[in-house]
Antibody, heavy 121, light 105 residues
Framework: EVELVESGGGSVKPGGSLRLSCAAS????????MSWVRQAPGKGLEWVGR??????????DYAAPVRGRITISRDDAKNTLYLQMNSLKTDDTAVYYC????????????WGLGALVTVSS | EIVMTQSPATLSVSPGEGATLSCRAS??????LAWYQQKPGQAPRLLIY???TRATGIPARFSGSGSGTEFTLTISSLQSEDVAVYYC????????FGQGTKLEI
């Protein structure tokens, strides 16, 4: 059974940093493209960024609102995805989901339960 | 950026009835469209991809259609467990989601 479990959420002041992790199991993590998608309280879904599999180049891409402030990385030996967030703003307050895709399939096959990040002074 | 517009915002139906949810893309995305179901307090779940292909384990009462800019999710014989917000998502050019349709029964 596919399982994605996010951790590392919490409260941080504007301008602060936070790193989320997503532990994956039940599928071949090495082959998966992994994304982060966020959902502000009471709002819809917003794609944050993606990392391809190493076999497909390991390229990272980011949405415009977060580009330059976040870094997505992966450790295939640990089946873990990371989201490093810096210079956080109040608008970054959201539940952050990790989601998996197949190679070049793009849609999100599986989702984690999410981690809440609250940015507030 | 491709903008996805869903309608209606809220849909109220009776158990056993059918429901039709619409999604429009601001430019053609061919069939690069997925539908997700998000129940209260839960993560989204993939229902449909490639506009009309049901994901693994999704009941046959869920069906998708459309291509280009106009897409539809049809749910036949609604059940109480179908109460959720439904999102469409395009993946033809990066990723953008619609604002969601809340389905009430």
């Amino acid at each position: 059974e596919v399982e994605l479990v996010e951790s590392g959420g919490g409260s941080v002041k504007p301008g602060g940093s936070l790193r989320l992790s997503c532990a994956a199991s039940g599928f071949t993590f090495t082959n998966a493209w992994m994304s982060w998608v966020r959902q502000a309280p009471g709002k819809g879904l917003e794609w944050v960024g993606r990392i391809m599999s190493e076999a497909d180049g390991g390229t990272t891409d980011y949405a415009a609102p977060v580009r330059g402030r976040i870094t997505i990385s992966r450790d295939d030996a640990k089946n873990t995805l990371y989201l490093q967030m810096n210079s956080l703003k109040t608008d970054d307050t959201a539940v952050y989901y990790c989601a998996s895709s197949g190679s070049y399939t793009y849609y999100f096959e599986s989702w984690g339960l999410g981690a809440l990040v609250t940015v507030s002074s | 950026e491709i903008v996805m517009t869903q309608s209606p915002a809220t849909l109220s139906v009776s158990p056993g009835e059918g429901a039709t949810l619409s999604c429009r893309a601001s430019q053609s995305i061919n069939s690069n469209l997925a539908w997700y179901q998000q129940k209260p307090g839960q993560a989204p779940r993939l229902l449909i991809y490639a506009a009309s292909t049901r994901a693994t384990g999704i009941p046959a009462r869920f069906s998708g259609s459309g291509s280009g800019t106009e897409f539809t999710l049809t749910i036949s014989s609604l059940q109480s467990e179908d109460v959720a917000v439904y999102y469409c998502q395009q993946y033809g050019h990066w990723y953008t989601f619609g604002q969601g349709t809340k389905l009430e029964i």
